[in-house]
């Protein structure tokens, strides 16, 4: 059995392990911090739940994509699934007026041309292409070796605005289509309309949240892992991944124990991983400077809510809110005018659901107004720290009971969650919120490999392919192909869904 060691628990940490333990290797997941999951972490507080990033998922309806991967790596009968609402999945508020989302192809059209009748043409031919660049990849339609090339490339270097303002013409709409840019941090000119499309496509199938919380995802994969031999260690960081003159030899943990290793892959921030290799020669300077100098998205300001009981009914759907006329530039703040914009979400405790327990508004935060206390730690930020964030929050919920009037006497407790936070627990670079950022004009020099210049040291997670639970995944198979060949993995997958 060969021996792989794998650096950090997240999604793309846990499903690596998955997918290689189930195939016959010898699997070590090692995780820093007390608690699996990366995003898939929950936290509890007074006896309520609430979730820090997976909030919800899509396409998991039976037959479509992340159903089929979560049969795949044998856990799509371990989790609960909340079905949003099909004719609002998304609620996008704007300029004074409302905007449903609904679920399906030709429900959205119709949903989206009562607002803008002019547009129905336009709007048919905007979803067909969504339709054509989800479709031109093999690993989103599991059709091994259809991968559309052209496509991809055409719109992995064509901005999101560049395409939508080529086929709508209504500003308005161009505007409501990019409603939910905060679940992929957008900015105008620089995120290719591939990202777009594939988020797009992935909620547009079908919309869910996990009843009990996406923690649930982590411990159902954790315990694959150890059904076919493999192991999960928390408190274990890796200090170093240790090479010889040609390849890595294993991992350093906590500065003192040593681990063997026949392959050794990162899920850490490619970033973080680079610190790993600090001491090694195998990596030229020439990919350390271009991993260290990738942009990053902007990080995120999140307030966890607590509902005084049975006060606050159930939304069974996602609100993105804006107090500017235009989703873009919603980064492009200053302390006066913070936020522009906000998405608000109730957590789903349970199957049918009535009043809601908790909910969570995030918003844009850049880490460099965090700048006197980038070097403390969690729980020692102090009271200037406090003050701040105590402000930003009650200023939130001021904007949010301006779009939902007396929600803020519904609000028992609060807490928070700053772009510091999320980069003390999941070791993101000045804790963005999504990684690394794509950017048209970057071109390739923008992508993190999964390979780097070390033949048996791999990288995985949401910075290879892309971010949230499809993405992820979706990287995670890529990295596997390495060491399984895509072919057979095409397989297993389709035979898994048999």
């Known amino acids: 059995m060969k021996k792989v060691v794998i650096i950090g628990s997240g999604l793309g940490g846990l499903s690596t392990g998955v997918v290689l333990a189930k195939n016959g290797y010898d699997v070590t997941i090692l995780e820093q911090g007390t608690q699996i999951g990366g995003c898939l972490q929950c936290f509890y507080r007074r006896g309520m739940k609430f979730e820090t990033g997976m909030h919800f998922i899509g396409s998991a309806d ?3 994509i992340l159903n089929k991967m979560l049969r795949y790596l044998e856990i799509d009968d371990k989790l609960s699934l909340y079905r949003l609402d099909t004719w609002r999945y998304n609620v996008v508020s704007l300029q004074g007026q409302q905007f449903n989302f609904a679920n399906g192809k030709e429900p959205f059209i119709e949903q989206m041309a ?23 990849s093999s690993l989103h339609t599991l ?3 259809e991968t559309d090339n052209a496509i991809n490339t055409k719109y992995q270097l064509r901005s999101i605005n560049e395409v939508i303002e080529q086929v709508i013409t209504d500003p308005l709409l161009r505007d409501v289509l990019v409603g939910d840019l905060p679940l992929y941090a957008a900015e105008r000119d620089k995120t290719p309309f591939s990202v777009h499309a594939f988020i797009m496509d992935f909620y547009n199938q079908s919309a869910f949240r996990f009843i009990g ?7 159902a994969l954790a315990d694959v892992i150890s059904r076919y031999g493999g192991e999960v260690r928390t408190r274990s960081k890796v200090t170093r991944i240790i090479c010889d003159d040609t390849h890595a030899t294993g991992v350093e943990i906590n500065g003192e124990e040593y681990l063997q290793a026949d392959y050794v892959i990162s899920s850490a921030h490619p970033m973080r991983t680079m610190e790993m290799l600090s001491d090694t020669h195998l990596i030229r300077p020439a990919f350390r400077k271009r991993i260290n100098g990738i942009p990053q998205t902007i990080g995120s300001f999140s307030v966890y809510l607590h509902f005084k009981e049975n006060t606050v009914p159930y939304m ?8 500017v006329d235009s989703p873009w530039h919603c980064q492009c703040y200053d302390e006066r005018s913070w936020p522009h914009g906000y998405l608000y979400m109730h957590v789903a405790n349970e199957p049918s659901q009535v009043f809601a327990n908790t909910g969570v508004i995030l918003t844009y935060m850049r880490i460099e107004e965090l700048e006197p206390w980038l070097d403390t730690a969690i729980g020692r930020r102090g009271a200037s720290y406090n003050a701040f964030v105590q402000e930003r929050a009650l200023r939130l919920i001021d904007i949010l009971d301006e779009q939902f009037p007396g929600i803020k006497d519904n609000i028992a407790h609060f807490y928070t969650s700053t772009p510091l936070s999320y980069r003390d627990y999941t070791g993101t670079e000045g804790g963005s919120i999504y990684g690394v950022a794509k950017d048209v004009s970057l071109g390739s020099a923008g992508r993190v490999p999964h390979k780097t210049r070390i033949p048996n040291v791999f990288m995985t997670g949401q910075n290879i392919n ?3 639970m499809l993405g992820v995944i979706v990287g995670t198979m890529v990295t596997c192909g390495e060491l399984l060949t895509s072919k057979y993995m095409y397989e297993q997958i389709l035979e898994a869904n048999k």
């Open 213 to 219: 919380g996406s923690d649930r995802v982590a411990t």
């Open 143 to 145: 059709k091994y070796g």
């Open 114 to 136: 009562s607002y803008f009748p002019d547009q129905k043409d336009n709007l048919r031919k905007y979803r067909d292409i969504i339709s054509c660049v989800s479709a031109a």
């Open 62 to 64: 039976e037959g479509q």
């Open 466 to 468: 892309s971010h949230g």
């Open 316 to 323: 069974n759907y996602n609100f993105f809110g804006y107090t």
